[in-house]
């Protein structure tokens, strides 16, 4: 049991109304990758590393299991032991996220109370910031930078875009004014610190940006200056309890239905981009918040589409090149061991692509006139922007372009070292494309595009296969285990895992009359068995009686943890009948009674071998140790 838990348990009113609440994908997807595979979600544990995911998802239990590392448990185990919290500390958190009163806390509510008041006074910096922009004088450069982009009144109110006055303390007196403190309007990012003390406005002559979280809540700010001299020009609100940049999206709020609907992402890197996009009718876009591409923020876009379809829409300078190529990176690491990037169109190979199942697509968007998104939709329009969309070409194809115009560009007329060069780039590519005829295709392609033999180049292609360390096909979980005492330990959760075996024809309560009598050795099969006794004739189906025992174990994550392990156990023996049930149970009653013996006849031989061989204590222990053996001969005849 948690033992930080003080007081009694939550009521079970609440517990149950937050679990029914709780949707364990969603909630395992905000930190880790998942693939369906079957009825079940795959992917790499958390909480330990691994390249070959081991960590499977069970919607219709809303359970979670890894069998690499051995931890498992409900939405709440995975909240507690991703976020380091104790049983109370989660309860209260989510309590306070759906609007619950949860009983005797027994913990400070600071840390969420903070968090609320961030997100109210983030709110009224907003409403200010707004009235500010479309009523105050001094705001017409403002206004007219923005009419200038195209952005109107509807788009103003959509983003709550606002302006913040050239003054030092015009947010502190009219926040403080609402009797909101000063370490309140620090704390929120909203203020510096003054040398010598006190504070000022943090965002100055500025066009504010709000930045919301996927649920629409105010956590931070982005600001544009207006006035050259202003560095920098664009100032973002620092972390905060609420804030971090590197786990938030801009627009995510704005845009996830979108992206829901076209099973698509667009990646931009600048507030005003995403927003010209808005303007302009594409509406799957999100940026970045002046920072690189995460893993988190993979994770989080991951979540809105099934397909995790994702074009890369950066600028075409150098530094655009850059960061297109360390985001796909990014994408490609936090997909390591669910499957392969696609790396091939549908109508290039029709019979190949009908075999490939892809993990993720990867496209990049591209103007050949080097303008940005917001120019380019501002000068060329939404429809000429769509073809883009329709045509980007994928990230395999992007990479291999990008390599052979730029030398092509350069010369006209390569030399064999620059073309040896060239394809040096290019091979670590082909050898990621594990579909031998798209391969050949692009190897075949590429030879005559470059003026190579293209045997030379399939020959150096091979080569490199060779050197290259391949994915491994996912091996099948078993639970099989060589250490006896382990056999031991699973024997007796297969015996009780048998009530969770989910078939009409053998209810808990049926499942119970081969059981009854039976007791565990572990601890927390004990726990289990005695409550499984205590409820047994109130639940009529197995799903009845998992919820039930989740429920009473509660915050009893050791229990959990086992609860979830049986539940595993139980998916290879929902077949069986009635004859194969009984036979079942026997032999592993067998095995459990002989095991027993066998240990007791260890412990008495080594205690014999511990005394002298010709006292009497020794001569007794012989005895004994005589009469297991016998029994051990008759329980196997």
Same mark, same amino acid.
């Given at each position: 049991?948690?033992?930080?838990?003080?007081?009694?348990?939550?009521?079970?009113?609440?517990?149950?109304?937050?679990?029914?609440?709780?949707?364990?994908?969603?909630?395992?997807?905000?930190?880790?990758?998942?693939?369906?595979?079957?009825?079940?979600?795959?992917?790499?544990?958390?909480?330990?590393?691994?390249?070959?995911?081991?960590?499977?998802?069970?919607?219709?239990?809303?359970?979670?299991?890894?069998?690499?590392?051995?931890?498992?448990?409900?939405?709440?185990?995975?909240?507690?032991?991703?976020?380091?919290?104790?049983?109370?500390?989660?309860?209260?958190?989510?309590?306070?996220?759906?609007?619950?009163?949860?009983?005797?806390?027994?913990?400070?509510?600071?840390?969420?109370?903070?968090?609320?008041?961030?997100?109210?006074?983030?709110?009224?910096?907003?409403?200010?910031?707004?009235?500010?922009?479309?009523?105050?004088?001094?705001?017409?450069?403002?206004?007219?930078?923005?009419?200038?982009?195209?952005?109107?009144?509807?788009?103003?109110?959509?983003?709550?875009?606002?302006?913040?006055?050239?003054?030092?303390?015009?947010?502190?007196?009219?926040?403080?004014?609402?009797?909101?403190?000063?370490? @309140?309007?620090?704390?929120?990012?909203?203020?510096?610190?003054?040398?010598?003390?006190?504070?000022?406005?943090?965002?100055?002559?500025?066009?504010?940006?709000?930045?919301?979280?996927?649920?629409?809540?105010?956590?931070?700010?982005?600001?544009?200056?207006?006035?050259?001299?202003?560095?920098?020009?664009?100032?973002?609100?620092?972390?905060?309890?609420?804030?971090?940049?590197?786990?938030?999206?801009?627009?995510?709020?704005?845009?996830?239905?979108?992206?829901?609907?076209?099973?698509?992402?667009?990646?931009?890197?600048?507030?005003?981009?995403?927003?010209?996009?808005?303007?302009?009718?594409?509406?799957?876009?999100?940026?970045?918040?002046?920072?690189?591409?995460?893993?988190?923020?993979?994770?989080?876009?991951?979540?809105?589409?099934?397909?995790?379809?994702?074009?890369?829409?950066?600028?075409?300078?150098?530094?655009?090149?850059?960061?297109?190529?360390?985001?796909?990176?990014?994408?490609?690491?936090?997909?390591?061991?669910?499957?392969?990037?696609?790396?091939?169109?549908?109508?290039?190979?029709?019979?190949?692509?009908?075999?490939?199942?892809?993990?993720?697509?990867?496209?990049?968007?591209?103007?050949?006139?080097?303008?940005?998104?917001?120019?380019? @939709?501002?000068?060329?329009?939404?429809?000429?922007?769509?073809?883009?969309?329709?045509?980007?070409?994928?990230?395999?194809?992007?990479?291999?372009?990008?390599?052979?115009?730029?030398?092509?560009?350069?010369?006209?007329?390569?030399?064999?070292?620059?073309?040896?060069?060239?394809?040096?780039?290019?091979?670590?590519?082909?050898?990621?494309?594990?579909?031998?005829?798209?391969?050949?295709?692009?190897?075949?392609?590429?030879?005559?595009?470059?003026?190579?033999?293209?045997?030379?180049?399939?020959?150096?292609?091979?080569?490199?296969?060779?050197?290259?360390?391949?994915?491994?096909?996912?091996?099948?979980?078993? @639970?099989?285990?060589?250490?006896?005492?382990?056999?031991?330990?699973?024997?007796?959760?297969?015996?009780?895992?048998?009530?969770?075996?989910?078939?009409?024809?053998?209810?808990?309560?049926?499942?119970?009359?081969?059981?009854?009598?039976?007791?565990?050795?572990?601890?927390?099969?004990?726990?289990?068995?005695?409550?499984?006794?205590?409820?047994?004739?109130?639940?009529?189906?197995?799903?009845?009686?998992?919820?039930?025992?989740?429920?009473?174990?509660?915050?009893?994550?050791?229990?959990?943890?086992?609860?979830?392990?049986?539940?595993?156990?139980?998916?290879?023996?929902?077949?069986?009948?009635?004859?194969?049930?009984?036979?079942?149970?026997?032999?592993?009653?067998?095995?459990?009674?002989?095991?027993?013996?066998?240990?007791?006849?260890?412990?008495?031989?080594?205690?014999?071998?511990?005394?002298?061989?010709?006292?009497?204590?020794?001569?007794?222990?012989?005895?004994?140790?005589?009469?297991?053996?016998?029994?051990?001969?008759?329980?196997?005849?």
């Amino acid at each position: 049991m948690d033992k930080k838990f003080s007081g009694k348990p939550a009521s079970s009113d609440v517990v149950e109304e937050i679990k029914n609440r709780l949707d364990i994908v969603d909630t395992v997807s905000e930190h880790v990758l998942l693939k369906k595979s079957g009825r079940n979600y795959w992917g790499c544990c958390p909480f330990h590393k691994e390249k070959t995911p081991s960590f499977s998802v069970n919607p219709e239990k809303g359970i979670y299991k890894c069998f690499g590392c051995g931890e498992g448990g409900d939405a709440i185990s995975f909240l507690m032991k991703i976020n380091n919290t104790s049983f109370w500390e989660t309860m209260t958190a989510l309590a306070q996220k759906f609007g619950l009163e949860l009983p005797q806390a027994g913990v400070s509510k600071e840390s969420t109370d903070l968090k609320n008041r961030i997100v109210e006074v983030n709110e009224a910096a907003v409403r200010f910031y707004k009235k500010q922009l479309l009523e105050n004088p001094e705001a017409k450069q403002a206004r007219d930078y923005l009419e200038k982009r195209g952005i109107g009144r509807d788009v103003i109110e959509e983003f709550n875009l606002g302006f913040a006055p050239d003054s030092y303390d015009a947010l502190i007196k009219h926040l403080s004014a609402a009797k909101n403190d000063y370490e @309140l309007l620090f704390k929120a990012g909203l203020t510096s610190e003054k040398t010598g003390g006190g504070y000022v406005d943090r965002f100055r002559n500025r066009i504010m940006i709000p930045i919301q979280n996927d649920k629409g809540d105010f956590i931070a700010f982005g600001a544009r200056a207006l006035s050259d001299s202003q560095q920098p020009k664009y100032l973002n609100s620092p972390d905060t309890p609420v804030f971090n940049k590197s786990r938030s999206l801009f627009a995510l709020y704005q845009a996830k239905e979108a992206i829901r609907e076209q099973d698509s992402v667009i990646l931009m890197e600048g507030y005003f981009d995403v927003i010209s996009a808005h303007v302009h009718g594409i509406k799957n876009v999100v940026a970045m918040l002046g920072t690189a591409l995460t893993e988190q923020h993979v994770k989080i876009i991951a979540r809105y589409t099934d397909s995790r379809k994702i074009y890369l829409a950066f600028d075409s300078d150098e530094a655009g090149i850059a960061a297109t190529n360390r985001g796909a990176e990014v994408i490609r690491s936090a997909f390591t061991g669910l499957g392969e990037i696609r790396n091939f169109d549908e109508s290039f190979v029709d019979a190949a692509s009908k075999n490939d199942r892809t993990v993720c697509e990867i496209r990049v968007i591209t103007t050949k006139t080097g303008k940005d998104p917001d120019e380019f @939709l501002r000068t060329e329009g939404a429809e000429a922007y769509r073809k883009l969309i329709e045509n980007a070409p994928l990230l395999i194809d992007y990479s291999i372009n990008r390599i052979i115009n730029e030398n092509e560009q350069e010369k006209k007329n390569l030399t064999p070292q620059e073309k040896a060069d060239i394809i040096s780039e290019i091979i670590p590519l082909l050898a990621e494309i594990h579909n031998s005829i798209i391969r050949d295709e692009y190897v075949r392609h590429i030879a005559d595009r470059i003026g190579i033999n293209e045997e030379s180049l399939r020959t150096e292609v091979n080569k490199s296969l060779r050197n290259v360390t391949t994915h491994q096909k996912k091996k099948k979980i078993s @639970l099989t285990v060589a250490n006896r005492h382990q056999q031991y330990v699973l024997a007796q959760k297969n015996l009780l895992s048998l009530y969770f075996i989910h078939t009409e024809k053998f209810p808990p309560l049926c499942i119970n009359r081969y059981l009854k009598g039976l007791t565990f050795e572990e601890t927390n099969l004990e726990t289990i068995r005695r409550v499984i006794e205590d409820i047994i004739e109130e639940v009529t189906s197995s799903d009845e009686l998992f919820q039930k025992l989740m429920s009473r174990l509660s915050d009893n994550e050791e229990a959990k943890k086992v609860l979830t392990d049986l539940i595993y156990c139980a998916e290879d023996k929902k077949d069986l009948n009635a004859f194969a049930i009984e036979q079942f149970v026997k032999d592993h009653i067998n095995f459990l009674k002989m095991y027993e013996l066998s240990e007791a006849h260890n412990k008495l031989r080594n205690e014999y071998y511990e005394n002298d061989k010709d006292d009497e204590s020794s001569l007794l222990h012989q005895q004994k140790v005589r009469e297991l053996i016998r029994q051990r001969q008759l329980g196997n005849s």
